[in-house]
């Protein structure tokens, strides 16, 4: 077992199979030393935990819990293509939020991801980011998150 594994399992975690993907793509990319994950949504066993906007039907908790299992997901991603203990450094993450017209806790909601991200690959998961509030995403979930991370 690896330390990626080791770490997530301390938290309770598995790296899940990857997710299917609901359109025309592949879900990660290896290009030279760096992977590029597809958006990944916060399925569990191929089912979204919850739908809506954040700030309208979704609270922002609820949406911290699903950007940390979107942040799973891309690990398993990750997983799919390369050994998990080959990422020398988790170069950035972009976390999209569904967003009621009033909501602005994006950050927060990133959170749940990036701690995630942080927590599995420790010194090598500290990362840039971006936190960006749109109006809708694929099968109305809440929030995705994709990344690029840098590979041995």
């Keep these: 077992m690896g330390a990626v594994v080791e770490r997530l399992a301390s938290l309770g975690l598995t790296v899940p199979d990857v ?3 609901v359109a025309s793509y592949v879900p990660a990319v290896r290009s030279g030393a760096h992977v590029y994950t597809s958006g990944q949504l916060p399925f569990v066993d191929g089912v979204l935990p919850g739908t809506g906007k954040v700030g309208a039907e979704v609270t922002p908790e609820d949406a911290q819990e699903y950007a940390k299992l979107c942040a799973l997901n891309v690990i398993a991603a990750i997983n799919s293509i390369v050994d998990l203990d080959s990422v ?11 967003s009621a017209p009033d909501f602005t806790g994006q950050p927060a909601v990133a959170n749940g991801a990036s701690d995630l991200i942080a ?3 420790g010194a090598a998961g500290s990362h840039a ?3 960006v509030g ?6 109305d979930t809440p929030v995705e998150v994709d990344a690029i991370v840098e590979v041995a």
């Design 119 to 121: 927590a599995a690959f």
């Design 88 to 98: 020398v450094r988790v170069v950035k993450l972009t976390v999209f939020v569904a």
């Design 19 to 21: 997710a299917a993907p």
């Design 129 to 131: 980011r971006s936190a």
């Design 134 to 139: 749109v109006a809708v995403l694929p099968l």
